[in-house]
Every structure is written in C-alpha cells, then in structure tokens.
C-alpha cells in the first residue's frame, strides 16, 4: 500500500515545454509514472514527447482524467501555477519550484483552506511511491518497495537516509519531501496522519531541521496520536541564531523554539529515538522493526 500516489495516478506536468519540466517529465515517465498531459499557458496543442500539452490544468484534467498536479514554473510565475492547480478538479498538486515569494504562497496558504486539493512544497523533492510512481525530482534508482515511511523538510536528507534504508533492506511505502520554505502546503503532521492511517508503513523516519516549530508540533502529535514508531534526525546543530541555513525557513530567532536542542528534546519526549547521522536514523528504524 502506499500514500497519494501509486501506479493509477494520472499526472499533468504544469510547465511541460520548459527545460527542468521536459527534463523531469521525461525521467518521471521512464520511471513509470503515468503522465498523461501538460499545462503551458498559450502551448496547448502541442506534445512533448507524446505527451500532449493544454493550456490550463483544468482542461488538461478533464480531457486526461488526471487526479495530480506537478509544477516546474518559474518562481515569479509558480504562485498562480499553484492557483490554477487548487482550482482543477485534482486530488493532489507537488510544487518542486523554489524561491516563490513568501506573498505569493501567503496568498496560497489561504485558499488551500477553502479547497480539497492536498498541496506538497513548494521548494521540494516531490512524492515517490517506489516501483510506482514519482512525482517531482526524486532519483528513483535509490528507492525500493518495502514498509517504511519518509518524510522531510530537505531533499538531500531524504536521498541519504533512504539510501541507508535500502542498503539495509528496509524499503519504503512512500517519501514525500515537504519543503523547506516559511509557507508549505502539507507539513508533518500531515504526512504522519497519513502514514498512520496507512495499514502497510510499519514505522517512519522523520527528517526536520532548525527553525520553525513544525517538528515540535509532530512531536506533540506523534506522543498524543500515532502507535507507528518513529525514528528522527534534525540537521543544524551548529547553526547560529538569526543565520539562515540553506531552507528559507531554516533560521532560528532565538526564542527558545526552532532549535536542533528543542527538536530533539520534543522528538526524545515523545519517544522518538533521534540519530546523529542519516545512517543512525537507518539504524534506528531496524532497530524499531
């Protein structure tokens, strides 16, 4: 079983005709992710390696029976891309674009409540259901099925704590990389609500880093909700208060909250064994199983 996404989901590729959408569109559909149409603005009628290209989401979903959503847009134009993906009859939307304005997304964040399709990112890897499908940037070469869960604010923490997962045999359900902006659409405890849910995830490895409260407030949720065992990691230990530290959302004011001590506090609180290392967060989740 998996979450979001599986062999059946019917994608759209939101800025198709563009380089990193091309290019992604094309390592999606070798992976055996079911792309079935694009959305550029003024392109409709046209394919791209066989796939053909609409002018809006909307008529791309109706026409294709697509149920996802996503976008490689550039940033100045990804805060409507994301609009008109909310306003298509889609389940689900990945913004992977990064460096949308805050305002932008300030604006999305609002409309997000008035409507049922489920956002992930912006600023993110995307979602992969190993063997299934992928939707976004993921390197799909490192991912195998099994019954472990992921979710992270970093992509590259994802790749590395997947990769020791697999090595050791331990395959995942899902992984959806969340995003690491200020503004995201699904956040932990989300995604955990929906790993819980999940009869097939027997654990899940929890990626966060410094600044925000986000992985505090999973930590409350995980103690309070969740029989899933989870297994941590926080990255930017060392960072300063007030420096940002890769993410747009990765800085730590220097309230007490949003640092990697309070996470780690919060996670241990809960019963969330935390590794100092990605491989230590693999140990952890064998060691949970």
Same mark, same amino acid.
């Given at each position: 079983? *998996? ?10 590729? /939101?800025?198709?005709?563009? &380089?990193?959408?091309?290019? +992604?569109?094309? /390592? ?33 979903? !109706? ?36 460096? =949308? ?9 609002? !409309? ?7 956002? =992930?990112?912006?600023?993110?890897? &995307? =979602? ?15 991912? *195998?099925?099994?019954?472990?869960? %992921? ?8 790749? /590395? ?34 790993? $819980? ?13 410094? &600044?925000?409260?986000?992985?505090? /407030?999973?930590?409350?949720? =995980?103690?309070? +909700? ?10 930017? !230990? ?5 420096? !940002?530290?890769? +993410?747009?959302?990765?800085?730590? *004011?220097? *309230? ?10 919060? %996670? ?11 491989? $230590? ?9």
């Amino acid at each position: 079983m *998996s979450v979001l996404v599986d062999d059946d989901t019917r994608v759209i590729v /939101q800025g198709i005709t563009g &380089g990193e959408g091309k290019f +992604h569109a094309e /390592q999606m559909i070798e992976y055996g992710t079911n792309v079935v149409a694009g959305a550029v603005p003024g392109k409709g009628g046209q394919e791209v390696d066989g796939v053909p290209v609409y002018d809006t989401v909307e008529g791309a979903a !109706r026409e294709e029976d697509a149920d996802a959503s996503v976008i490689f847009v550039p940033p100045a134009f990804a805060g409507d891309a994301v609009f008109e993906a909310l306003d298509a009859p889609i389940d689900l939307a990945v913004a992977i674009t990064e460096g =949308i304005p805050t305002q932008d997304m300030a604006k999305v964040n609002k !409309r997000l409540g008035e409507v049922d399709t489920r956002l =992930i990112g912006p600023n993110c890897p &995307g =979602i992969i259901t190993p063997g299934e499908a992928k939707l976004g940037i993921l390197p799909g070469n490192i991912f *195998s099925s099994g019954n472990v869960g %992921l979710v992270s604010r970093s992509g590259t923490l994802t790749y /590395q704590v997947v990769d020791n997962l697999t090595d050791r045999g331990l395959g995942q359900t899902t992984a959806i990389g969340i995003g690491g902006d200020p503004i995201i659409g699904t956040d932990f405890v989300d995604a955990l609500e929906l790993f $819980e849910a999940d009869e097939d995830t027997e654990a899940v490895a929890m990626c966060g880093e410094i &600044g925000g409260e986000d992985e505090e /407030q999973a930590a409350k949720y =995980i103690a309070e +909700h969740m029989d899933t065992p989870v297994a941590g990691f926080i990255a930017g !230990r060392t960072a300063p208060p007030g420096k !940002r530290m890769g +993410h747009a959302g990765a800085i730590v *004011s220097g *309230s007490g909250t949003g640092t990697a001590e309070s996470k780690i506090n919060a %996670l241990n609180d809960a019963g969330v064994p935390v590794g100092d290392t990605p491989e $230590e967060v693999a140990d952890h989740i064998e060691d949970l199983l």
